[in-house]
Every structure is written in C-alpha cells, then in structure tokens.
C-alpha cells in the first residue's frame, strides 16, 4: 500500500534547481531514510512530502489525494513534521509542549478536551517524560528535548511522520534511543520518512534508503541495495566501503 | 495556569475603578459618587463623574488594556520577551500624525483632528512595515518595524525643530507625554471601536501563538496559518494601540511589562497570557492615572512619563533576568 507518493516533483529557488524531477513512494508501516551529502535537497523533499512547500511542478499524494486539496488542519491531523533541531522559546512545561501536537484537532478557544488528556498522558509514557511532565522544556538536555519533541510529534496518532535529522547534536546512545523510537513508530504502522547523515544508524534501522545528490534522487530501494559500495561512492565522492555484520552494517569511507 | 489569576485581576481592576471615580483634586464620598452614577439631576458632583471621570476611567482601561493585549500578542508572534507595539513602528507613527495635526494647526481648528492623524499615522506605518518585511519572516518585521519607527521618530523632532513658536513647540511635547487628562466621551467614542476590533483581532490568535513557541516550521506543520496570526496580529496592533496612541499620546512600557508579571501564573504559554496580560495592562495604567491625581510635585505629572519612570527600572530588570535565565 503506498502511503506518501512524490511524483515528478521539480522546486527551484531562485534560479537554482533543489529539487529535480524527484519521483519516490513511501509505504505505510516502513521507515524510510534520506541520505545524501549537504545541500542534496533531503530538506527540501521532506518538505516538499510534509506539505510545508508547494511543488513547482509535479505533485504530491497521500493515500491518493493531492495534499494541495488538503486543508492544514485535515494534513496537520494526518502528518507530523519535526524540523532539525526544534526548540521551545518559553519555558512551557513539558505537558503544554507535547500538546501542542494536538493543536489541529482542538477548538479555537477554550482548554484541552478530557478525551485527549489521556493521549498526551500515553505519549509521555511512551517516551519516558512522566517524571519530566512540569519541567520546563527550556531546560531540558538535548537528549530530553528529542524525546518532548518526537512525543510532540506522535501525540496525534499520524499516519504519516516525517522527522529532519532527528540525532543532530545527540550523543550516540540518545541518538541510538531517537532512532529505535523511530524504528518503534514504523512497526507500529506508521510510515516514516528521516533524513539521516549517520549511515550507520541509517542501516541498522531503515527499511528503505533514498540515496540524494545536486536535487536528484540518485537511488532508492531496499536498504541493503541501496546501502553498497558503488552507490556511497558515487553519492558522497569518496570512496566508501560496506561490511555487514549480523547485527548490523559499517559503512567507512577511505580518502 | 493558576485558576485565581483572571478573578484576582478583575476584582483589582474594580477596586482601582471605585478609587479611580473617587480620587482627584476634590475627593468625593462612595455615597455621592453613586448617587452622581444614578441620578441624571446635574449638580457640579455629577457632571465630574459623568462628563470627566467616567470617560477617564473607561479610556483608562481600554487604553491599558490593548496595550497590554498587544505587547502580549507581540511577544508571541516575535518569539521575542523584549517586544512591544512600539517596535513595530504603531506608537511613533501615531505621534507622528498627532504632531502634523498640530503643527499646522488642524488641531485648533477641529478638536479631534490630533486623534485621527495619529490613528491615520498608525496606520501608514504598519503598513510600510508589513509592505517591506512581506517577503521574509519574523526578524525581517522587527528590523522593518524599527525602520519605519525611527523615520516617523525623526519627523516628530523635525517637527519640534521647526516648530513655528514655543507654544506649538510645548504643545508637541506635552501631548508626546501621554496623558488621559481633558479626555471626553468624543475621545472614547472616537478610540473605543478601533480599540475593540482590535482587540478582538488581537484574541483570535492565540492558538497560534502557542504552537508558534515551537518555531515557524513546526507552527506551520500543525495546521497554523502563520501569514494569517500575523496579519491579524499587526493589523490588531495598529488598529487598537494606534487608536490608543492617537488620544493618550505616547505610553511606553506597558505593553513590555504586563505580559512578564503574567506570564509565570500562566506556565510561560504565549496564548494563556493574551486575557491576564489584557487585564493587568488595564490596572496598570488606571493605577499610575490615580497616582499622577494623587501624588503631587508641583505641576501634574503626565501619565506616559510616570510610567516611563516606573518601567524604565523594571525594563532594567527584565534584562538583566532574561541574560541570567538565558546563559
């Protein structure tokens, strides 16, 4: 079943081209990584199947509807996007952060309903924050604030999660944390869309790679065809060795 | 959000009101005072409540009130605590149209001509501002706003350099002050319905505001629609502190302060501070009214300066506590 399809999407800024004649789908229940080098355009498709960033030409579907006819609060309560690095200005307890991840489904005025008091109370045991609940989320470690921020973003029961570079600045055992609660929301059935720079990572918990370069999609697939030697090499223009192993796959790169 | 904020601001807000039709140069009883509210037989007591307090105390609230609401607002939208209508170029612009009325003499002519050059002012900046940041994002409009406030800062002192005698020189100054002092029902007629579609432009984002502490991207991915939250903000903002502005003159700080002394009984959520903020903005302004009819040196002090010099110190404060709370 496809879930998110971009089909023939082209985005020009200025005069350059950041997006190209960008093709790929995104199933339900699979995680997806971007990868590619900076200025690939990983942001610029994630945004592009988030429905924050109209196509120049081309389109973009969910489950078969243009998300163009879609209204923000009708894509809002199917989608969630985490930028890099979010942050939170005012010192806002946890508990207000995570609800707003229910902003779309709530009325203009008036306080949080009853019947989604329980939501935000099963995200923040999901993600390990009942102890965390009423601190404020300017003073959270990194690692802390990823976990608010992904259960900001899972609060609503998306369908669909798209998440930009969601270990940036994260030791390895928080991004180790962030990346098997991605893996986590993906077996749950969630589709999932990640732009990575970790290829480690990436290959321990991608279903599928699409692998970027200069706006293009240069591949995608399976992990493990996408994930080799000849396709890192071309990608990042260095040459790049694959081992796997039984708990996973090493990618080094050799100048 | 503590439940006592908004009942404890209204029940202060009441009080300063009862003080409010009280106090003055002749002090009434609360007896005489009802009877003047009650009884529409003029005597002197009666029409100093009816013709001069009343009309006092309500611009007094109005005046507080947008400006509070609107600071609040301002510092949402801008993700900036140090944030009020004046950067944005309102207060400046409005003093700006106060002072072209005055300067060639409308204000003679036609009593209100001050009022509305200074909401037609208002008005004019917003919109440069907003014509000249459409493009980009927040810091854009506050660099924008500081723009077209020191151009129409710079034309309110050309106006006192060239100002054609001392006279209209002093009567420049005194209205820069900010005063609600010979304020009549005109002048709440006047300002009262652009204050309040302010206002309630001004209320109808909070929503927004709150998702918008998560940054702009993330607002926009929860179905906020940022363009609008902004326009209703500064279009709120210019219709009611223009207004505001053009019959009180210049009032700083309030709207930088009201939001900081609500803000913690709110858990810090930009939109919960809209209403408390509102209200604490309102008992602001009637308490230093109060206090420049009661306390006295000499000649009156005006309301904007009182304010200045109470808020300047608590200015002081805020920024020295956020760089402590920040690094």
């Known amino acids: 079943m496809t879930m998110v399809s971009v089909e023939d999407v082209t985005v020009r800024r200025g005069r350059r081209t950041v997006l190209d004649a960008a093709s790929v789908q995104f199933g339900a ?32 579907l969910l489950d078969g509807q243009s998300l163009s006819s879609l209204s923000r609060r009708e894509l809002a309560k199917r989608r969630a996007y985490l930028p890099q690095s979010p942050q939170v200005d005012w010192a806002i307890s946890v508990e207000r952060v995570v609800a707003l991840g229910l902003t779309a489904h709530l009325p203009a005025f008036g306080g949080l309903p ?27 470690s990194g690692g802390e604030l990823a976990r608010v921020m992904l259960a900001r973003a899972t609060v609503g029961d998306p369908a669909l999660l ?21 893996r986590t929301l993906a077996d749950g059935g969630c589709a999932v869309i990640v732009a990575l720079h970790d290829l480690d990572l ?29 396709i890192l090499s071309d990608l990042y223009d260095i040459e790049a060795r694959v081992s796997r192993t039984a708990d996973g796959a090493t990618i080094r790169f050799h100048a | 959000m503590n439940r006592w904020l908004v009942p404890g601001l209204i029940l202060l807000l009441l009080a300063l009101s009862g003080t409010s039709l009280l106090a003055g140069t002749i002090w009434l009883s609360p007896g005489r005072t009802l009877a003047a509210l009650l009884d529409p037989s003029p005597d002197l007591a009666q029409l100093v409540i009816v013709e001069v307090r009343l009309p006092r105390l309500v611009l007094a609230l109005l005046v507080g009130g947008i400006l509070g609401l609107s600071g609040a607002v301002l510092q949402g939208l801008l993700r900036n605590p140090l944030a009020e ?52 994002g927040t810091l854009s409009l506050i660099l924008a706003g500081v723009a077209v406030s020191t151009i129409a800062s710079a034309g309110v002192t050309l106006a006192l350099n060239l100002a054609p005698n001392p006279f209209a020189a002093y009567e420049i100054m005194t209205w820069l002050m900010g005063s609600l002092s010979d304020r009549s029902w005109d002048h709440v007629l006047l300002a009262g319905p652009f204050i309040l579609v302010g206002a309630a432009m001004l209320l109808c984002t909070g929503r927004g505001l709150d998702a918008h502490a998560l940054g702009e991207r993330q607002a926009e991915s929860l179905g906020v629609d940022l363009s609008g939250v902004r326009l209703l903000a500064l279009f709120g903002t210019a219709l009611g502190v223009g207004a505001a502005t053009a019959v009180t003159g210049a009032i700083g700080f309030v709207g930088l302060i009201a939001p900081h002394l609500v803000r913690g009984f709110v ?46 110190p608590f200015f002081l404060w805020l ?9």
């Open chain 1, 114 to 140: 009853a019947t989604w008091r329980e939501r935000i109370d099963l995200a923040l045991d999901r993600f390990d924050l009942v102890d965390l609940r009423d601190r404020p989320a300017t003073q959270l």
């Open chain 2, 267 to 312: 858990g810090h959520r930009p939109g919960g501070t809209l209403i408390p903020a509102t209200l604490a903005g309102a008992a602001i302004i009637l308490a230093a009214d109060i206090a420049t009819r009661v306390l006295r040196f000499g000649p009156d002090i005006k309301l904007g300066v009182f304010v200045s010099v109470i808020g300047a």
């Open chain 1, 202 to 230: 990436a290959a321990r918990i991608a279903d599928d790679v699409v692998a970027m370069k200069n706006g293009r999609i240069e591949a995608h697939g399976l992990a493990e065809t996408v994930l080799t030697d000849p």
């Open chain 2, 85 to 136: 209508p004046g950067l944005l170029g309102v207060s400046s612009g409005a003093s700006l149209g106060a002072v072209i009325a005055i300067y060639y003499g409308f204000a003679a002519t036609f009593a209100l001509a001050t009022p509305l050059f200074g909401l037609a002012g208002a008005l004019v900046t917003i919109g440069v501002a907003l014509l000249l940041s459409r493009s980009g």
């Open chain 1, 29 to 60: 229940g699979r995680l997806a990584v971007v990868i590619g080098p900076n200025g690939a355009g990983k942001s610029t498709l994630l945004d592009v199947a988030a429905g924050l960033l109209p196509p120049g030409t081309g389109r973009v």
């Open chain 1, 162 to 182: 798209i998440v930009d570079e969601p270990t940036a600045g994260l030791d390895p055992r928080h991004a180790l944390d962030a990346a098997r609660r991605l």
């Open chain 2, 319 to 327: 920024v020295l506590h956020v760089r402590r709370t920040v690094a």
